[in-house]
């Protein structure tokens, strides 16, 4: 059996049900698809039959990736030993394709932001991750766990909150209990404003949460004329056409 390895961020999913549920939370199995972290393989045996060669996999840990070749030939050609977060995407898939995992949730948010970077090839992702996390991910404006990933990644997808898990479920157990998303990519196709300034307004209105924008964005664009009713918002009342209007307002200041 594979040693789980708490740097790597395993926690093995034991509970063959919750693995079923999760693999049947995708909407989609005609789709390339790539699992991120299988471990031992509890989503894999379930995703093969339904995928195929459609199946493709990357894992970090290499007695992970020994084992499943071995329970898996078939599998040959499909599983890179790599970092997701590193390999170069272009090489591991084509076209449009979806991922799925339990993800290593010390490295979510930075999953999250490669999804955003190929967000154009990647209509759905369904992902385990740690619950507080997920509810940030899926809140609305207005709500207290509302923040940087919330807006950023609700510019370009749905995200739907599909269940919470138990850390019993797991060997070993996290310390945190655990969550399943879907996100779906939405109809916007880019924004009307320049993308990266959205990106650092985003950082920096949600710099001091509990400061109006007025004051976060000064401390970042110095100069900046806030005589708009807007800046006397939080960051959380915001929604994302609020912070695109309001990068509109940064942009032609800058000009
Ligand atoms: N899918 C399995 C394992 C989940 S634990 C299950 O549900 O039981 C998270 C998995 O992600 C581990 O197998 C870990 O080795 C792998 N992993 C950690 N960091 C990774 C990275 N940067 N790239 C690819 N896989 C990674």
């Known amino acids: 059996m594979v040693k789980a390895k708490k740097h790597l961020g395993q926690h093995f999913l034991h ?7 999760i693999v049947h939370s995708l909407s989609n199995f005609n789709l390339p698809t790539l699992e991120i972290g299988p471990g031992t393989g509890v989503l894999t045996q379930i995703l093969l039959p339904l995928l195929g060669d459609k199946l493709f996999l990357i894992e970090i840990d290499t007695e992970s990736v020994t084992f499943l070749k071995e329970q898996y030939p078939q599998l040959e050609g499909k599983l890179v030993e790599g970092d997701f977060l590193r390999f170069p995407l272009d090489k591991l898939m084509q076209g449009s394709f979806q991922i799925i995992g339990n993800f290593p949730y010390n490295i979510s948010s930075q999953i999250f932001f490669k999804v955003l970077e190929h967000r154009d090839r990647i209509p759905e992702v369904v992902c385990m991750i740690q619950k507080e ?16 990933l ?3 990644l609700q510019t370009y997808y749905r995200i739907e909150y599909l269940f919470t898990v138990n850390e019993q479920v797991f060997t070993p157990p996290p310390k945190v209990k655990s969550a399943v998303i879907r996100f779906s990519r939405n109809n916007r196709q880019s924004i009307p404003c320049d993308e990266k300034l959205f990106f650092s307004v985003v950082k920096a209105s949600f710099g001091q949460r509990r400061k109006t924008l007025r004051n976060s964005l000064r401390s970042k664009f110095v100069d900046l004329q806030t005589e708009n009713e807007i800046f006397n918002k939080r960051p959380e009342q915001l929604s994302v056409e609020d912070f695109i209007f309001l990068t509109g307002l940064v942009a032609d200041q800058q000009k």
């Open 133 to 148: 996390v997920a509810e940030r991910l899926s809140s609305p404006p207005g709500s207290k766990s509302y923040g940087i």
């Open 150 to 152: 919330s807006v950023l």
């Open 15 to 21: 509970d063959k049900n919750i693995a079923s549920k």
